[in-house]
């Protein structure tokens, strides 16, 4: 059973910054490569960022230099750092990683960019 559970989304100004954790239940979260998606309201899911097991790491053209994935092996947390939002970044982000040829996501949680 995989469980990812997502945090610290809510309401920011332009120009503001968040920080989104996920918290992972997952066996050998060490060695798993972990990512984080939106989607905005009537739009694909898009990759945001992605990190390996050995914190390589890959960023959507549209958020390099503004944000930054990483994560905590011994919390089992994946994060986005976050800086420099746009309105355009306004999405639910999710949690992603893939287990045994399957697909695990979050619940999600929301990102307002607004003035």
């Known amino acids: 059973q995989v469980q990812l559970v997502e945090s610290g989304g809510g309401l920011v100004q332009p120009g503001g910054s968040l920080r989104l954790s996920c918290a992972a239940s997952?066996?050998?979260?060490?060695?798993?490569?972990m990512a984080w998606y939106r989607q905005a309201p009537g739009k694909q899911r898009e990759l945001v960022a992605g990190?390996?097991?050995?914190?390589?790491?890959n960023y959507a053209d549209f958020v390099k230099g503004r944000f930054t994935i990483s994560r905590d092996n011994a919390k089992n947390t994946v994060d986005l750092q976050m800086n420099s939002l746009k309105p355009e970044d306004a999405a639910v982000y999710y949690c992603?990683?893939?287990?045994?040829?399957?697909?695990?996501w979050g619940q999600g949680t929301q990102v307002t960019v607004s003035s």
């Open positions: 992603y990683t893939r287990v045994l040829l399957r697909d695990w």
């Open positions: 990190i390996t097991s050995g914190r390589g790491t």
């Open positions: 997952v066996i050998n979260f060490s060695s798993r490569t």
